[in-house]
């Protein structure tokens, strides 16, 4: 049995909010603009949470070579940066679980693979996600997930006495930098996932299929 949390840290993009169809469109923008075959929702899906790289591998495939890979992903985050909240939301029942925290005075906050500059414009988007006691991005640190280091960072600006975190997200690379910085790993199972049952083999600590599922640890 786990014992409750006493703070909870967050993926970004697939496990608070669902960030793919914006980022689906900066992919289908840019092959429009070179009159390649646009990538459906249901394809890319699952490849957001792998940021501008995975997702131009997935459009371009092995043509990806043939052109300025550098350029491509400015492209693409240029697009996305001012497109950043056209199809962007909370998953249903993140609002809920975020307000139960703040109601249980149980701190939380996000760590990011993201850049800073595109995770700070995505939470001044998100009222409720202004609330968040810390918030660590894809280039805070000279690490990033799976490294634990943004992990351990992040709790440690928290600053408990005892720390009990939880690290909640929807990539193997969210659990092995739980595991790594030893904190309770959670596999966030509505998000970005292309094979659930793969998941299996991640050494998560608990596996949710809704937000609402952490309430009961609550």
């Avoid at 029942?93 to 249980?104: A, R, V």
């Amino acid at each position: 049995m786990l014992n409750k949390p006493n703070a909870i840290l967050f993926d970004l993009d697939g496990t608070l909010l669902d960030t793919a169809k914006d980022l689906g469109n900066a992919l289908n923008h840019i092959l429009r603009d070179l009159e390649r075959p646009e990538v459906a929702h249901e394809t890319y899906r699952n490849i957001a949470s792998d940021g501008a790289k995975g997702m131009l591998e997935l459009g371009f495939g092995d043509d990806l070579k043939n052109f300025d890979f550098a350029s491509l992903r400015q492209q693409f985050l240029d697009y996305y940066d001012n497109n950043i909240c056209v199809d962007t939301d909370y998953f249903v029942g993140i609002e809920d679980l975020l307000l139960n925290l703040n109601q249980n005075a149980i701190p939380w906050g996000i760590v990011t693979n993201k850049p800073e500059f595109l995770t700070l414009k995505l939470v001044t988007s998100f009222p409720l996600l202004q609330n968040c006691a810390v918030i660590i991005s894809g280039d805070t640190l000279s690490e990033r997930k799976p490294h634990p280091l943004p992990l351990l960072h992040a709790e440690e600006k928290l600053a408990l006495a005892l720390p009990n975190t939880w690290y909640i997200g929807d990539a193997e690379r969210d659990i092995q930098a739980a595991n790594a910085a030893n904190m309770v790993s959670v596999i966030a199972q509505y998000g970005y996932i292309s094979d659930k049952q793969q998941t299996a083999e991640w050494n998560a600590d608990l596996s949710i299929h809704s937000p609402s599922d952490l309430l009961a640890y609550f």
